[in-house]
């Protein structure tokens, strides 16, 4: 039976066994199957053979990369020309930026971006991982262009390899070993080596099975000294002519990949369908260098199909023997992502579905909001630029009582109508989540009436804000510790997170007794604690799994960190959350704050560019469609 007649109800027990029960989810997963099907049909015809866990885990893999290079190039109206390649890179970059945005907010529309999410979240796949695969796809994009062979295979070393020892690894768990790729590498004298050589051999075969296809893009994908050593002209492959030489060419590399198949036996710690997967992942390879062997006039004008004749006596055979394998060993994936593994701390921490509630819901408050004294009203800020969480240090309450003559706590109280205030602002401007720093861990070095008096204040300014929160459709959350901390400042603290747990606006946190070192040292213990007592896999511990033992686990990642008082530093604020906050510091104190420097401030952040590490791709600035804002 052809893979296209396979009926569709099919599938339905593939995601049920892999334990994709979503049926968005399931959609994309189906969108990786078919293109994977229709791109890969080495790639397709072997992840049939897998347990269906790491089939849905191929599939979004290879399949989501091959969905998004072909939305590059076929999207748009360029055909071809430096066009068509601007157009491809900027449409490639978007996707790339908006995966990045998706699985840092762990959600998304985008089926197979979801798909993709899922596995990572599933197998525990670091983002650098996603970013290899997304460089190869702009390479590309680019065409490469080697002119050694030694040039080729540090290429592949640098970007091929280190994918083959990530899979290889996925494919290790199948047989419960957790292995990092470098530990596998590691481990067996010579494997890297022998990793190496059988991606080699991989990217050899590909670069000719893909010929045509590259030299339609302009592209010669072999090494220069390949062309040399053949006596092949570069001009001659790009004109298409099959010269003698040329033939010559394509029969000895492929001899030189096959040599560098048969050097590379599977190795033998495997899942026994994984085991049969790989075997017949190389003996396919094998016949497509055979096949292109044949022919390689052909190989100039398109992609080489394997044989019926040769793919049936395979495959069929295999895949009874993997049936077989997975009926005697079955296999259950242990879920990496936060949701499966890591149960919620306990405390106060509320339910997970804070990030899946309705925008709408979240965006209505009940009653509006009080407007400024001055009648300012917010600037108009384009959604895709706004942040979405905002963190404030709000610092210089002492300073701006000292300058006046009042005692630092007159200061405090002041700080606290800046504070409801900068609220207001939020709710006006539409912001999701505000943060703010009221009292740190360090702060117990103070003097005595200081402390006194802030645990005076603090439970005052819970308690106004509680009662403006409500009708405002705010909810509060606690970040920080109990230990110290009055009763009453507790009993505030979680009052206020109870009486406005069905809020569905504004998200306020109020960081009281926090340190972001002691936040993720008790996240640390409490993980340690779990995988001690055998409720969490030590290999299952992702950022994302790690991430649910923090003091407000669905709080996301800050964007714009703020801070008054005109210290440049953030004081143990937030570090997990803010890795790559933007950072703002001004020179106002606390108290002289209202919410117009909280808009002045977000506009200034959707004039920045945000990089996450990569480096700038486009002509474009992300937020350059900021039409009316004007520059800070
Ligand atoms: C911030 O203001 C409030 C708290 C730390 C509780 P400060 O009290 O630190 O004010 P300065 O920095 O001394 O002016
Ligand atoms: C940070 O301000 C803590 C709060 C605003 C609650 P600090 O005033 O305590 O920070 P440092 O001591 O200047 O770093
Ligand atoms: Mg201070």
């Known amino acids: ?28 997963y189906d969108m990786c199957r078919r293109a994977t099907r229709s791109t890969g049909e080495i790639e397709y015809a072997v992840s049939l053979l897998l347990p269906p866990p790491l089939r849905l885990a191929v599939w979004a893999l290879y399949g989501a990369v091959r969905a998004v290079d072909d939305l590059a190039d076929t999207v748009g109206t360029e055909t071809h020309g430096a066009a068509a390649g601007a157009g491809r890179v900027e449409r490639l970059e978007a996707w790339i930026a908006a995966f990045d945005a998706d699985l840092r907010e762990g959600a998304g529309t985008d089926p197979v971006r979801l798909a993709l999410i899922d596995t990572m979240l599933t197998w525990n796949l670091p983002p650098e991982f996603l970013h290899t695969l997304f460089e190869e796809l702009r390479q590309d994009v680019h065409g490469r262009h080697f002119a050694t062979w030694g040039e080729w295979r540090r290429y592949n070393g640098l970007v091929n390899t280190p994918l083959a020892l990530r899979t290889g690894s996925l494919l290790l768990r199948a047989a419960g070993l957790p292995a990092e790729p470098e530990a596998l590498a590691a481990a067996v004298p010579g494997t890297a080596a022998a990793w190496q050589t059988a991606v080699d051999a991989v990217y050899l075969t590909d670069a000719l099975v893909d010929l045509a296809d590259d030299l339609d893009r302009g592209h010669v994908p072999l090494p220069q000294e390949a062309l040399d050593e053949a006596g092949v002209r570069r001009a001659d492959l790009l004109e298409r002519r099959g010269t003698p030489a040329y033939e010559r060419m394509v029969r000895d590399l492929a001899d030189r990949a096959r040599n560098w198949f048969d050097r590379t036996p599977v190795p033998p710690v495997l899942h026994p369908a994984v085991g049969l997967a790989l075997g017949a992942y190389s003996d396919l390879y094998r016949l497509r260098l055979a096949t292109l062997a044949r022919d390689p006039v052909a190989l100039l004008h398109r992609r080489p199909a394997l044989p019926r004749l040769a793919r049936l006596r395979l495959l069929p055979p295999a895949r009874a023997r993997a049936a077989l394998a997975c009926g005697l060993y079955p296999f259950t994936v242990v879920r990496g992502s936060a ?91 539409g912001l999701d989540y505000l943060s703010v720093y009221m009292f740190s861990t360090e702060n117990w070095k103070r003097p005595a009436d200081e402390l006194h008096s802030l645990m005076y204040e603090i439970p005052q300014l819970l308690r106004r804000l509680l009662d403006d929160c409500r009708p405002l459709n705010v909810r509060l959350r606690w970040a920080g510790q109990r230990s110290r901390l009055p009763a009453d400042v507790v009993d505030t603290l979680v009052e206020a997170e109870q009486t406005t747990r069905d809020c569905g606006g504004l998200t306020v946190t109020a960081c009281v007794n926090y340190g972001g070192r002691a936040e993720i040292t008790a996240a640390a213990a409490q993980l340690a604690h779990d995988a001690a007592a055998g409720r969490i896999d030590p290999a299952a511990v992702s950022e994302h799994a790690f991430a649910r033992y923090l003091h407000v686990p669905e709080l996301p990642d800050v964007d714009l960190l703020l801070r008054s008082g005109g210290e440049r530093r953030t004081s143990n604020f937030l570090p997990w959350q803010a890795t790559y906050a933007e950072l703002l510091f001004l020179d106002t104190c606390w108290p002289d704050m209202d919410r117009r420097d909280l808009w002045r401030a977000i506009e200034q952040y959707a004039h920045r560019t945000r990089r996450y590490g990569t480096v700038p791709r486009t002509r474009t600035r992300p937020h350059d469609d900021l039409a009316g804002v004007p520059a800070p």
């Not at 899946?356 to 209505?364: D, H, I, L, M, V």
């Not at 942040?387 to 405090?412: C, E, F, K, Q, S």
Request: glycine share 12%.
């Open 339 to 429: 949701t499966a593994s890591a149960p919620l701390p306990p405390g106060p921490a509320l339910g997970p579905a804070e990030g899946s509630r309705p925008t709408a819901a979240r965006r209505q408050p009940v009653t509006a909001p009080a407007p400024h004294p001055s009648g300012a009203r917010p600037p108009e800020v384009p959604t895709r630029a706004m942040p979405r969480h905002v963190a404030i240090v709000m610092d210089g309450n002492g300073r701006w009582a000292t300058a006046r003559g009042l005692p630092r706590t007159d200061g405090h109280r002041a700080g606290a109508d800046a504070l409801i205030d900068v609220v207001h602002g939020a709710l006006e401007i």
């Open 1 to 28: 039976m052809s893979p296209s007649a396979v009926p569709r109800a099919r599938w339905g027990s593939v995601y049920r066994r892999g334990g994709v029960h979503d049926p968005a989810l399931r959609h994309g």
